[in-house]
C-alpha cells in the first residue's frame, strides 16, 4: 500500500510540473529549457524516473523469477547497500563528469547488478530443487541470454568511446560491465553443469571438479581484469577507492579456490595410497550406511584413520569442498601417527654383594654371641655375682647395682659397612602390558629378593637399635654407683 501511494504521488507531482511548464511557456521546447532550469521541476523528474526504475524491476522480476525466495531477498538488499556506497565514491572520484547522464549510467548499473546477483542465486537453487520445470529452464536461459548481450553492447560502446575520445568516465562501465559478464559465464556454467547432474540417476561425480576449476579460472580472470583497471586508473586519472573492497573481495575468492583445488588434490590422494578398503567384518561391526549419500554401504568403501567407512566416490565429491571426516570433522591431511610403543622396563639397580663370613664375626663385636661358651669357675674365694653373662636377647635383666662389681670395658660400636649409603630401591615398570609371562616371573623372583634384603635391612636395624638401648642401661648404671 505505502509503495502504490509513492507510485501515485510521483505520478501526479509529475504531471503537475509537465503541466505547469507547458501552461507558462506555451511550447514543447520552452518547456523543456524551463524545466531543465528550474531545481524543483528536476528533483521531481528524478523521483519520477527512480519510480520508473522500481516499477521496471518488479515488471522484470516476476517474468524472470516469479516469487523471489526469502533468501534471495536477503542477499539482494545486503549486496545493495555495499553497491550503492561503493557508487558514491565513484561520485566523488569523478565529481567532474558529474551530470544527469552520469547519474543515469551509475543507477541502470546498479539496476543490472541486482539480476546478475538474483540470476546467481536462482541457478545455486537448483541444486537444493527436487524438481525443476521446464518455465525454470526457459526463466533462466533467457534471463542470462539478455544480461550477456547487454554486458557486451556496454562493453563495446565503452571501448568505442575511449577509442574515440580518449580516457573518461567509460573506462569505469566498461571495466563493471566486463566484470559482470564474468558473473554471467559463470552462472551459465553452474546452469549446465546443474542440468547434467539433473538428467542422470546417480549423482555426477565429475561436477564437483568442474566447479571447482571453473570458480578457479573465472576467479583468476577476475584479479586480472581488477589489476588492469586499477593500474589504468592510476596511470589516467585517480586512484579509484570504490573498486578497494571489490578488488580485495575477488582476491581472496581466488585464493579460496586455488586453496581448495590444492587441498582438495592432496586428500584424494591420501584417500586412494592411505587408506585401506573397508572389508566385509568393518561394514559389519559398525553401520554401513554413508551418511553422504544416506545409501547402505557394501563394496567400494573407504576406511578413514578414525574408523569412520564412507564410499569412495562419496568421500571424493565430499573432499572437493571440505578436507575433514563428514561424521567427526577429523582433519584427513594430518597423517597418522605410528602406534606408540610400550616403555622399555628401567633396569634393575643390583643387589649389594652380602658380607664375607668373616667380616660378619665382627660386624657386631659388641654384642653378646648366641649360645656363647659360660666362663671358666671362678675361684672359690670369690663371689658368685663378680660378673654376669648378657645374651642377646633384648629382655636379659641387667644385674642390680649393689650385686654388680667393675662395670664392662666401653667398647665403641663399630657400625657396618655402607651403613649411611642411601639405598635406592627399584621402581616397578610404568606399563605392564607389553610384558611376557617370563618377564612377569623374572619380575617376581627380583621382588621376592628385594623383600628379603629389605627384611635383612631392617633386622640389622633392630640389632642396632637393641645395642644402642643396651649400652644406655650400662651408662645409667655406671652413673648411678659413682653417686
Known amino acids: ?123 545455486d537453487y537448483m541444486e537444493r530443487s527436487p524438481v525443476i520445470s521446464l518455465i525454470f529452464h526457459s526463466r533462466v536461459l533467457s534471463l542470462l541470454s539478455s544480461l550477456a548481450v547487454v554486458d557486451l553492447y556496454f562493453i563495446n560502446h565503452a571501448y568505442y568511446s575511449t577509442l574515440l575520445r580518449g580516457a573518461s568516465v567509460q573506462l569505469v562501465f566498461g571495466f563493471e560491465y566486463a566484470i559482470l559478464l564474468t558473473v554471467v559465464f559463470m552462472t551459465l556454467f553452474k546452469y549446465i553443469l546443474h542440468s547434467i547432474d539433473l538428467q542422470s540417476i546417480n549423482p555426477w561425480e565429475s561436477k564437483a571438479v568442474y566447479l571447482l576449476y571453473t570458480e578457479l579460472f573465472m576467479g583468476l580472470i577476475r584479479v586480472i581484469l581488477y589489476i588492469f583497471f586499477m593500474f589504468i586508473m592510476i596511470k589516467v ?51 554401513n550406511v554413508c551418511i553422504i549419500c544416506r545409501e547402505e554401504m557394501d563394496t567400494n568403501c573407504k576406511k578413514l584413520p578414525c574408523n569412520h567407512i564412507f564410499h569412495t566416490s562419496c568421500l571424493r ?109 627399584p621402581q616397578p615398570p610404568s606399563s605392564m602390558s607389553g610384558l611376557s609371562r617370563e618377564d612377569l616371573l623374572n619380575m617376581e623372583g627380583e621382588e621376592r629378593q628385594n623383600i628379603e634384603a629389605r627384611i635383612h635391612w631392617l633386622r640389622d636395624i633392630q640389632s642396632l637399635l637393641d645395642g644402642a638401648m643396651l649400652l644406655i642401661n650400662q651408662y645409667n648404671t655406671v652413673a648411678s654407683q659413682m653417686r
Open 237 to 287: 586519472h585517480t586512484f579509484p577507492l570504490f573498486a578497494v573492497r571489490p578488488m580485495y573481495l575477488a582476491m581472496r575468492s581466488f585464493k579460496k579456490a586455488l586453496h581448495d583445488v590444492i587441498m582438495s588434490r592432496r586428500a584424494i590422494r591420501n584417500m586412494n595410497t592411505l587408506y585401506p578398503d573397508a572389508t566385509a567384518e568393518d561394514l559389519a561391526s559398525s553401520d
Open 1 to 123: 500500500m505505502k509503495a502504490f501511494l509513492i507510485t501515485g504521488a510521483s505520478f501526479l507531482l509529475s504531471g503537475m510540473v509537465l503541466f505547469n511548464a507547458y501552461y507558462q511557456k506555451k511550447q514543447f521546447y520552452p518547456s523543456v529549457v524551463y524545466i531543465t532550469k528550474s531545481n524543483p521541476s528536476m528533483a521531481v523528474l528524478y523521483l519520477q524516473a527512480f519510480v520508473f526504475i522500481v516499477l521496471l524491476g518488479k515488471v522484470m522480476r516476476k517474468i524472470f523469477f516469479g516469487q523471489l525466495r526469502a533468501a534471495e531477498t536477503e542477499h539482494l538488499i545486503e549486496k545493495s547497500w555495499y553497491a550503492v556506497t561503493e557508487t558514491c565514491l565513484a561520485f566523488t572520484v569523478f565529481r567532474d563528469d558529474f551530470s544527469p547522464r552520469f547519474v543515469a549510467m551509475f543507477t541502470f548499473l546498479l539496476f543490472l547488478k541486482c539480476f546478475h546477483w538474483l540470476a546467481e542465486d536462482r541457478v
Open 317 to 425: 565429491t565430499w573432499f572437493q569442498r571440505q578436507q575433514t571426516c563428514p561424521t567427526c570433522r577429523m582433519d584427513v591431511l594430518r597423517l597418522p601417527r605410528p602406534a606408540p610403543t610400550p616403555p622399555a622396563p628401567p633396569a634393575q639397580p643390583q643387589q649389594p654383594p652380602p658380607f664375607p663370613q668373616a667380616f660378619q664375626q665382627f660386624q657386631y663385636g659388641w654384642l653378646p654371641q648366641h649360645q656363647q661358651a659360660p666362663a671358666a669357675a671362678p675361684p672359690s674365694g670369690s663371689t658368685s655375682s663378680a660378673s654376669t653373662t648378657t645374651t642377646p636377647s633384648t629382655t636379659t635383666p641387667l644385674s642390680s647395682p649393689g650385686t654388680m662389681g667393675a662395670p664392662p670395658p666401653f667398647i665403641p660400636p663399630m657400625m657396618p659397612p655402607n651403613s649411611f649409603m642411601p639405598f635406592v630401591y
